[in-house]
Each structure stands twice: as C-alpha cells, then as structure tokens.
C-alpha cells in the first residue's frame, strides 16, 4: 500500500450553493421544483420492475454439453428405429429392412450412455442415475428407459445374429421376440420423452412447448431413422416411404405452428443462431423431404429411389439440426431476463438502453 | 424438530457483503468475482455454484433535499439473495439421483457424494439458483448451514450479518415476524415495502423470505414462479399421443405394405 494520502475532489462552490438551494427549498415546500444535480457518474445504471437488476438474466442457462442434443439425435432416432424393427418382425416385413433398422437401434443403444457419460465426465457417474427410480423426473425416467432399451435391444440383436449363423432354435426364438416385445414400449418411451425432459423446466421457450415436443421430437426420430434406413438401401420400401411422409408432414406442421404464432417464448426459435438453426434444421426436416417424396411418386424407378435417399439424407441433417436449434434456443431463452420477470417483450434494460456503458462486463457466474 | 427459515430484510441491509463472505469461509467456497460487475458495487450478479449468498445493490439517482442526500451520492437499497429452499423444490423433483433431499429443517441439500452433475436440476430452478461447477462436474448451491443447523446453530451468513438484516428462526414465527415488520415500516412512511414469499404460485413458499422495498422484479425474483412438474401431466399427455401415433402410423405402413419376405 501507498502512503500517499486519499485525494479527495475539489469542492466545488457554484454545485455545493445551487445543493444548498434546492435543500432549502425542500424544507420550505416540501418538494423541489428545479431539475436535480447531476451526480459524477451519472447516468446510473438503473434497476427496476421495467428494467429488471440491470438485465442479468433470472434463470442459470442449460449447462449441458453439446453431447446432449447428440444424443437427443442418436436416441430418438434409435427408439424409432427399435419401434420399426419390432413392428417389421412381427408383421413379417422383408427381413433386411428389420436387420437393418434393428442395427440403427443397437448402435444408438451403444452409443447414448457413451454419450451421456461423456456429459457426466466420469463413467461411475452414470451409475448414480440407477440409484433410485424417480417417476416425477423425466431425467430417471429416460435413465432407466435407456438401459431397459440397451437391454432389450441388445438381446433381440444377439439372438437375430446367432439364428442367422447357427440356424433358428427354440430359445433363440423365444429370446429374439422377447426382445422385440420389450423394445416396442422402451424404444416409444426413448423417442419421446426427451421432449418431456426439456419441456418440465423453468426455460420459457422450452415449457411454453411442452405438449408439441414430444410430438415433434417423435417425428424428428422418426424421420431420421426411416433416412438412415433409406440411405442403407432401403428407399424402396412403401412402408418407409409412408412413414417418412407421415413425420416429414407432421415437421411441416410443427414448422407452421413455430412460424404462425406470435408468442415472446418462441423468439429463440426465430431469431439470432438458434433461430436461423431451427428454420434450416426444419426446412431440411419438413418441405424438403415432403417435396422429394411427393416428387418420388411421379419419377421412374431407379429416379424415385435416389429421390427417396435424398429425402432420407435431408431428414437426418434435419433432424440433428432440430435438436441442436432446440438446446441453444433454450440457452436464448434462460438469458432472457424478461419473460420470468413477465416484463413486457419490447422492454430494455438498462445496459441495452445506454449502449455507451458496454465496458462494463456483464457479470456471469456459473 | 421445528422447520427454519431466513428472513432477509433489506431495509436493514448496509451491502457489508459479510454474509457472502462468511459462507465461503465455513463452507469453503472458492473465491469468485473479485471483479467489479459495472453495475453498483455488485461483484458477482447473482446466486451460482460458487456464489451461495449473493448481496444486491440497488441504486438510484439522488433525489437532492430529501432526507439530506448529498448531491454526489447515489442511494441505496441492498438485498441479500440465497437459495430460496422452495416448499415445493423444482430441483429437488427433478434430481434423478436422489442427491437432492429435504433435510429435517425443511432446508433443500445437494448431497455432494451423491450428486453425479447431470445438470438438470439447473434448468428446474424457477429462481435460477442451483448451479453446475465446471471444473468440479457437480451441482452446488446454499446447504442452509445443515452441518450447523445439525448441532443447533445458525447459518453462518446470519450469524455474521451485523445488523440483523438476515433473520434466522422458526418459520411461522419469522412469517408473522415479517407482517409485523411490513406494518411497521409502512407506519413510518414506507409505502412501498412488501414481503417476498410466493405461497400463491405452485411452489407454495419458500424458506427463505424477503422484506423488499417496491416491485421484486428490481430484485430479480419472479412475481410467479413456478416447479416445473407442473407442466409434467401436459408433457405427458404429449408423448402418450406421440407413441400412440408413433405405434398405430408403423403397424399401418408395414400392414398395407405388401412386401413380405418368404418364410
């Protein structure tokens, strides 16, 4: 420390009389009339019910990592591929088509928990998810339904590969439909809870949209998983091409209702990097498929398939992009400091209003 | 065992920040936000993983003659924010590990062994309290001092809050505490203090009640805030349809499609 001695500033006469002033004219009147002084520093940054604590956002930001919407990808398309496999089997469709779709299922059943323990950070992490099971948190629901979907999904996928070497027997049988049984509800739960997930939180934009997202997350998995199958060589099967049609359609729609409506919650969904993600992601989910399969109806056969496959590739791309635009729109949504403050969507606040004051570092704190 | 609870009034807060730094010093906190925020003498912004008591300053331009401001003198309210420890605990339904609990003194508790740092309880936090540490990987928030609460004393902030602003007590009696004291300073001209105890939305009160002057969105607390269960029966609802769909729009595209393979 400096043994220099504190300078305090100069009074200043004409401030300290025109003070002196205003002061007595309070105590006769009560109140004053001229403008106030103008303090050193002035204007102050301002906090209010209009202008919220100087615009630091209420609510903490989703801290997951980008495995997180990887996985929403990998396991919706997975849990949709694991229903079209098993309904495949029993109905008796080609049995390519019930491989292959059963492959998508059991590569997204590997690498879901990789991905969610990448997110955790340390492997016995996840074990803490099969501590208890919680049916009020989404999160132990999708916990729970993922190993259940691993398990069986894993079992049907063994017991197909070992009838295929070893020729088909009893047990196999009764293992591989067992299976199958178990990965029609896990694989529904698994392609749509995540939509629950995020929809049962304190994000605006994510809980104002709670009865179209699992819905929409349904279709997104949906429509990546018949792509991935397309792209295997599947693009001419006509119950594929359906139900690419049927999601494709339904992302339209979903496309509609975000675009349509004129809600304050849905702005992360239309503006800035979340927004433009969430229009590419859902052109590439919605009217471009819905276009190449209505286009695919009217070409020849060798055409309509390659129109089929880039349907398929579009689906994919867009289907990833959906669930990467959902996850940043909802970080846009948490900074957002007016919508829990339910202070009107045009207010500023005051570091918006007085962009000279920039300098200051907006405090962040996680 | 009675249930506990802070009462932090700010109309006897000086912004000491005591509190902030007593709770570091018991429960080990690392230092953070030794940098000015620009706004007030705010350093960190608000409540966070390493940031359990956070105070803030509210400043206003000086209204010159009345009550004798200097001129150059902004005025001051300060407020001291914490964990809210809900009633109904967004964080606590949401944990899936079950690290989260109610402790016997009604406080909300992060188990740190138990805790595996999925961050979902920090989207589940109305009052965006709950925070993950990054280096660390784990969730972290105020403990309610259970380890002194456990052998009968007070949270360390209000223990080392000099004024008394940060009330520690029995929550009833803290709750007519509160009115009396609301009665009391409106008497004295303060037509604008209130008391901050949201019983009127979904999470049914809080352990931790404020005495404000005017709107508490000045404060950054939330007029409604609301536990996201609520919204659980819609979402659910939702993706009941969305497997019904899911289930019925498969088994129709595999039926009316013709091609089987020869068994």
Redesign the interface.
């Given at each position: 420390m400096s043994n220099q001695p504190i300078r305090l500033p100069e009074p200043q006469a004409d401030?300290e009389r025109?003070?002196h002033d205003?002061?007595r004219?309070?105590?006769l009147s009560g109140k004053?009339s001229v403008r106030?002084?103008r303090?050193?520093g002035?204007?102050?940054?301002?906090?209010?019910?209009e202008t919220?604590?100087?615009g630091?956002?209420?609510?903490?930001p989703?801290?997951?990592t980008h495995q997180i919407p990887l996985y929403f990808f990998v396991g919706g398309a997975a849990g949709?591929a694991a229903?079209?496999s098993a309904?495949?089997h029993y109905?008796?469709?080609?049995?390519k088509l019930v491989r292959d779709a059963r492959y998508i299922a059991a590569a997204g059943a590997v690498i879901s928990p990789a991905l969610l323990i990448a997110?955790?950070?340390?492997p016995e992490?996840?074990?803490?998810?099969m501590?208890?099971f919680?049916p009020?948190?989404?999160?132990?629901v999708g916990?729970w339904t993922l190993l259940g979907f691993g398990s069986a999904v894993s079992a049907a996928t063994f017991a197909g590969l070992m009838r295929e070497r070893y020729g088909p027997s009893f047990p196999l049988a009764i293992l591989e439909n067992a299976g199958e049984a178990a990965a029609?509800?896990l694989g529904?739960?698994l392609?749509?809870?995540t939509?629950?997930?995020?929809?049962?939180?304190?994000?605006p934009v994510?809980?104002q949209n709670?009865?179209?997202?699992?819905?929409h997350?349904?279709?997104s998995g949906?429509s990546a998983a018949v792509g991935m199958l397309e792209l295997m060589g599947h693009s001419k099967?006509?119950?594929?091409q359906?139900?690419g049609m049927?999601a494709a359609l339904f992302e339209v729609w979903e496309g509609i209702r975000i675009e349509g409506r004129k809600h304050t919650h849905l702005d992360p969904l239309k503006h800035g990097t979340s927004g433009a993600i969430t229009r590419v992601g859902g052109a590439l989910s919605g009217p471009l498929p819905t276009a190449l399969r209505l286009a695919s109806l009217f070409a020849g056969r060798e055409r309509a398939s390659s129109l089929r496959r880039w349907a398929g590739a579009s689906a994919v791309v867009g289907s990833l992009l959906t669930r990467i635009a959902w996850l940043r729109a909802?970080v846009a949504s948490?900074q957002d400091?007016r919508m829990?403050?339910?202070?009107p969507p045009d207010a500023q606040s005051w570091p918006d209003k007085h962009p000279e004051?920039d300098?200051?570092?907006?405090?962040?704190?996680? | 065992m009675s249930t506990t609870a802070f009462l932090t009034d700010s109309t006897l807060c000086i912004g000491c920040k005591a509190c902030e730094v007593a709770c570091k010093e018991w429960n080990h906190v690392g230092e953070d936000g030794l940098e000015w925020s620009g706004y007030s003498y705010d350093n960190t912004g608000a409540v966070g993983a390493s940031t359990w008591r956070h105070v803030k300053f509210v400043e206003e331009p000086p209204t010159p003659g009345i009550g004798g401001n200097a001129g150059d003198q902004a005025s001051w309210v300060f407020s001291s924010d914490v964990c809210k420890h809900c009633e109904v605990a967004g964080c606590l339904e949401a944990c899936p590990t079950g690290a989260i609990v109610r402790t016997e003194f009604g406080g909300v508790f992060v188990q740190p062994d138990v805790c595996n740092g999925c961050a979902y309880c920090v989207v589940a936090c109305p009052f965006g309290v709950v925070a993950k540490n990054r280096e660390d990987g784990r969730a972290f928030k105020c403990t309610f001092c259970y380890d002194r609460q456990k052998v009968g004393l007070e949270p360390a902030c209000a223990k080392a809050c000099p004024t008394e602003s940060i009330k520690f007590g029995e929550i009833n009696q803290l709750r007519a505490e509160a009115q009396q004291r609301v009665q009391v300073l409106q008497d004295r001209g303060m037509d604008d203090a209130t008391f901050y105890d949201p019983t009127h939305t979904s999470v049914q009160g809080t352990h931790a009640m404020f005495i404000l002057r005017g709107d508490p969105r000045t404060y950054n607390l939330p007029p409604n805030p609301e536990v996201p269960t609520t919204y659980l029966r819609k979402g659910w609802t939702s993706a009941a349809l969305a497997a019904g769909l899911l289930l019925g729009g498969t088994l129709l595209a595999f039926l009316t499609d013709g091609a089987r393979d020869a068994q």
């Amino acid at each position: 420390m400096s043994n220099q001695p504190i300078r305090l500033p100069e009074p200043q006469a004409d401030r300290e009389r025109r003070l002196h002033d205003i002061r007595r004219e309070a105590e006769l009147s009560g109140k004053v009339s001229v403008r106030g002084i103008r303090p050193q520093g002035a204007p102050f940054p301002k906090a209010s019910p209009e202008t919220g604590y100087y615009g630091i956002p209420l609510l903490k930001p989703p801290q997951w990592t980008h495995q997180i919407p990887l996985y929403f990808f990998v396991g919706g398309a997975a849990g949709a591929a694991a229903v079209v496999s098993a309904i495949g089997h029993y109905v008796g469709a080609e049995r390519k088509l019930v491989r292959d779709a059963r492959y998508i299922a059991a590569a997204g059943a590997v690498i879901s928990p990789a991905l969610l323990i990448a997110d955790l950070g340390k492997p016995e992490r996840f074990l803490g998810m099969m501590r208890v099971f919680k049916p009020q948190s989404p999160m132990s629901v999708g916990a729970w339904t993922l190993l259940g979907f691993g398990s069986a999904v894993s079992a049907a996928t063994f017991a197909g590969l070992m009838r295929e070497r070893y020729g088909p027997s009893f047990p196999l049988a009764i293992l591989e439909n067992a299976g199958e049984a178990a990965a029609i509800p896990l694989g529904l739960g698994l392609a749509t809870y995540t939509g629950v997930l995020i929809g049962a939180t304190a994000i605006p934009v994510w809980n104002q949209n709670v009865g179209d997202l699992p819905l929409h997350f349904a279709a997104s998995g949906l429509s990546a998983a018949v792509g991935m199958l397309e792209l295997m060589g599947h693009s001419k099967s006509r119950a594929l091409q359906a139900l690419g049609m049927g999601a494709a359609l339904f992302e339209v729609w979903e496309g509609i209702r975000i675009e349509g409506r004129k809600h304050t919650h849905l702005d992360p969904l239309k503006h800035g990097t979340s927004g433009a993600i969430t229009r590419v992601g859902g052109a590439l989910s919605g009217p471009l498929p819905t276009a190449l399969r209505l286009a695919s109806l009217f070409a020849g056969r060798e055409r309509a398939s390659s129109l089929r496959r880039w349907a398929g590739a579009s689906a994919v791309v867009g289907s990833l992009l959906t669930r990467i635009a959902w996850l940043r729109a909802g970080v846009a949504s948490a900074q957002d400091w007016r919508m829990p403050l339910e202070v009107p969507p045009d207010a500023q606040s005051w570091p918006d209003k007085h962009p000279e004051f920039d300098s200051r570092s907006k405090a962040e704190n996680t | 065992m009675s249930t506990t609870a802070f009462l932090t009034d700010s109309t006897l807060c000086i912004g000491c920040k005591a509190c902030e730094v007593a709770c570091k010093e018991w429960n080990h906190v690392g230092e953070d936000g030794l940098e000015w925020s620009g706004y007030s003498y705010d350093n960190t912004g608000a409540v966070g993983a390493s940031t359990w008591r956070h105070v803030k300053f509210v400043e206003e331009p000086p209204t010159p003659g009345i009550g004798g401001n200097a001129g150059d003198q902004a005025s001051w309210v300060f407020s001291s924010d914490v964990c809210k420890h809900c009633e109904v605990a967004g964080c606590l339904e949401a944990c899936p590990t079950g690290a989260i609990v109610r402790t016997e003194f009604g406080g909300v508790f992060v188990q740190p062994d138990v805790c595996n740092g999925c961050a979902y309880c920090v989207v589940a936090c109305p009052f965006g309290v709950v925070a993950k540490n990054r280096e660390d990987g784990r969730a972290f928030k105020c403990t309610f001092c259970y380890d002194r609460q456990k052998v009968g004393l007070e949270p360390a902030c209000a223990k080392a809050c000099p004024t008394e602003s940060i009330k520690f007590g029995e929550i009833n009696q803290l709750r007519a505490e509160a009115q009396q004291r609301v009665q009391v300073l409106q008497d004295r001209g303060m037509d604008d203090a209130t008391f901050y105890d949201p019983t009127h939305t979904s999470v049914q009160g809080t352990h931790a009640m404020f005495i404000l002057r005017g709107d508490p969105r000045t404060y950054n607390l939330p007029p409604n805030p609301e536990v996201p269960t609520t919204y659980l029966r819609k979402g659910w609802t939702s993706a009941a349809l969305a497997a019904g769909l899911l289930l019925g729009g498969t088994l129709l595209a595999f039926l009316t499609d013709g091609a089987r393979d020869a068994q």
